[in-house]
């Protein structure tokens, strides 16, 4: 992939797209078929300054995220961060269907959601996890877009910052219950996600695999699930009420015990066969789990 060329502006990525100047210079909205550029021009790879939220549908091709791609058959929504890597392939933009909102960082400044907008896990997912909606659910977005558009497009007074602020903090509150919707209805997928985690542990937690390897971290466990972190955590979350790390934590709380009761090895020995660089870390990790530390809780089999 060619070097990505750097948009560091909204009115940079209109004069790119070929489309008018935008009404306010930190925030846009504009649909797909207001987009003119030959798609020689749009297969470039970029990164932009600001956060990008799409939603589309009717087109066919591939859109590569980092390292990674969506599948575009269908519609879907997807979320891009400041300073991601972005390119498109294959792709038709006269076939394409929907909108595109950007926000520059600093149009949030001085507002809640300036803080807790990078907590929203979806401008971090890999690209196999974009938002699926249903039609009630495209039709909420939909107007809240549209809502958004009209006070770009009004003239400014003292209330239109405030009414642009509350529009996305609802969109982005949506869209992270409609998140959350997704992996409670794709149960199969979520269900084998789940049963590929478990393998995985089982596979690692054998023989001397710790020993070779140390513990798993999130991101380990996610490259080899091929996901991200954050969709790895979140899923857990909804299904078992635990993050990643607290999962691995209680798997290794669950083969200490075993060891401390059913072999002779000790504290420091079980802590090396469990990736530990020091028995220390066992130790506090055991007494916080379970209130007891690993010999007072052997001693309660003997």
Known sequence: MKAPEKVTSIAKMHHYLKLKKPS???ISVFDFNEISVPPETFLRAITTDFYVIVIKSDCAGKFRYGQQ??????????FIAPHQVVQFEDILLSDVKGNVLVIHPDFLQGYPIASVIKDYGYF???????????????????????????????????????????????????????YNRQFLTRKKVNSDLLTQLEKLLDDQ????????NGIPSVQFIANELHISPNYLSDMLRVHTGQTTQQHVQNRLIEKAKELLSTTSMSVSEI????????????????????????????????
């Open 271 to 302: 802590a090396f066969h469990l990736g530990f660089e020091h028995s220390q870390s066992l130790h506090r990790l055991f007494k916080n789990k379970t209130s007891l530390s690993p010999l007072e809780f052997r001693q309660t089999f003997n």
């Open 205 to 212: 937690f054998k023989n001397d695999n710790l020993i070779i």
């Open 69 to 78: 791609y969506y599948d575009f058959d269908g519609g879907i929504m997807y």
């Open 124 to 178: 971090s997912y890999s690209a196999n996890e974009a938002l699926h909606l249903s039609e009630n659910e495209e039709n909420s977005v939909t107007d809240i877009m549209a809502n958004i558009r009209r006070e770009t497009e009004n003239n400014m007074d003292v209330f239109t910052q405030d009414l642009l602020i509350s529009n996305i903090d609802l969109l982005l509150k949506y869209c992270d219950r409609f």
């Open 24 to 26: 306010n210079p930190l």
